[in-house]
């Protein structure tokens, strides 16, 4: 459910607007009234990066900024956006039952946002099809969950970093030769080629302009879940429109922007590091030092569209995410004691099998 900024009437009948993933229109599930997005009254912005360092000093300029009322989970701490109106719910991320809270976050508007390709359906035959090729998952959890509750759409917030990069670096430079010995070897002399290494410094400089390196802005997944949907088509983002989240919850990001960043320069750094061993060349590389030079950082705070069950079944709780555009899925891995048991069972009567058959057959 979206706050009141994400509801949209319906030019028919005043009924909400939803997003349909379908043909990428706004569709009122009252009366059919479809309207494309851009043809109402709301302007979007423009997909376009911002500074970093203006954004640490806290000079963005008042109209990339925004204030939303949240929902922050006590057990997860997702803080997901909620309809005023909306008093009691669940989160989405852990199934956890919550009160809504009246706190006011401010935060970065987004910029860009994927909107999503996938309905509800297909998203959820997706995750039946995952769990159904789980062999050992449990027959309860895979029913509960073809016939539970629906799925809900999530735009899950991330950072996205540009930066220029120039590297000079000092190394050294293997080159494998082999030298021929004279071993002996059940008593007979016999010759083998050992391998040697022939270092030669070397130095010299890289540079590499870093586009769009992502990076999650939420902590209520695990990060194996959200790198496991990847990749995502990020050149089909669109410039951020709030129709798009009609229908849809939003995820306010609970990663700082420089904390992101932090995230992007490692990444950049094993990029980096590989370009410098490709330069040296050679067989093998020894890297002594890299100082990298990094101008013209800015950034994009981006939402990507995310289907998502949080089921509790016997106490427990799974959680299954969907990529809203691939239908790739990611999620708990459920186990089932007793098919573990079986299968365990029938490999030993297997093994039990093949040794009698070895015995019988040396006789």
């Known amino acids: 459910m979206a706050n009141d900024g994400h509801r949209f009437p319906c030019e028919q009948c005043g009924a909400d607007y939803r997003f349909n993933p379908d043909d990428?229109?706004?569709?009122?599930?009252?009366?059919?009234?479809?309207?494309?997005?851009?043809?109402?009254?709301?302007?979007?912005?423009?997909?376009?990066?911002?500074?970093f360092d203006t954004a640490i000093a806290d000079r963005l300029p008042d109209s990339e900024i925004e204030e939303t009322r949240v929902l922050t989970c006590p057990n997860c701490a997702a803080q997901v956006e909620?309809?005023?109106?909306?008093?009691?719910?669940?989160?989405?991320?852990?199934?956890?039952?919550v009160?809504?809270?009246?706190?006011?976050?401010?935060?970065?508007?987004?910029?860009?946002?994927?909107?999503?390709?996938?309905?509800?359906?297909?998203?959820?035959?997706?995750?039946s099809d995952w769990l159904?090729?789980?062999?050992?998952?449990?027959?309860?959890?895979?029913?509960?969950?073809?016939?539970?509750?629906?799925?809900?759409?999530i735009y899950v917030p991330y950072w996205t970093f540009d930066a220029d990069t120039k590297s000079s670096y000092r190394g050294e430079r293997g080159v494998v030769y082999y030298e021929t010995r004279t071993v002996m070897r059940d008593g007979k002399?016999?010759?083998?080629?050992?391998?040697?290494?022939?270092?030669?410094?070397?130095?010299?400089?890289?540079?590499?302009?870093?586009?769009?390196?992502?990076?999650l802005a939420s902590q209520s997944l695990p990060k194996t879940y959200t790198d496991a949907l990847e990749p995502w088509d990020l050149p089909a983002l669109e410039p951020y429109q709030p129709e798009y989240l009609a229908g849809f919850r939003a995820e306010a990001y609970t990663v700082e922007l420089q904390?992101?960043?932090?995230?992007?320069?490692?990444?950049?750094?094993?990029?980096?590091?590989r370009d410098v061993r490709f330069d040296i060349g050679?067989?093998?590389?020894?890297?002594?030092?890299?100082d990298t030079e990094v101008r013209d950082v800015t950034f994009k705070h981006i939402l990507l569209p995310v289907w998502m069950a949080a089921y509790?079944?016997?106490?427990?709780t799974y959680r299954f995410v969907v990529n809203g555009r691939t239908g790739r899925v990611q999620g708990e891995r459920p186990w089932s004691a007793i098919k573990i048991t079986i299968a365990v069972m029938l490999g030993l009567l297997v093994a039990a099998g093949v040794g009698y058959l070895v015995a019988t057959g040396q006789k």
């Open 99 to 127: 009160v809504t809270d009246t706190g006011v976050s401010r935060h970065i508007k987004p910029r860009g946002v994927l909107p999503f390709a996938l309905d509800e359906r297909t998203a959820h035959k997706a995750m």
């Open 189 to 215: 002399r016999v010759q083998q080629q050992v391998p040697k290494v022939r270092w030669s410094p070397k130095s010299g400089r890289v540079a590499r302009f870093f586009d769009d390196v992502l990076v």
């Open 259 to 273: 904390d992101g960043c932090q995230e992007a320069r490692a990444h950049m750094a094993r990029v980096i590091e």
């Open 24 to 51: 990428g229109t706004l569709t009122c599930n009252h009366c059919g009234h479809s309207e494309a997005i851009g043809a109402g009254p709301w302007g979007g912005a423009s997909l376009r990066e911002l500074d």
């Open 132 to 153: 159904g090729q789980l062999w050992f998952a449990p027959n309860g959890l895979k029913d509960y969950a073809r016939k539970g509750r629906r799925m809900q759409g």
């Open 282 to 290: 050679g067989d093998r590389q020894r890297i002594h030092a890299v």
């Open 312 to 316: 509790k079944y016997r106490g427990q």
């Open 82 to 97: 909620f309809d005023p109106n909306t008093h009691s719910a669940e989160c989405p991320f852990c199934a956890t039952p």
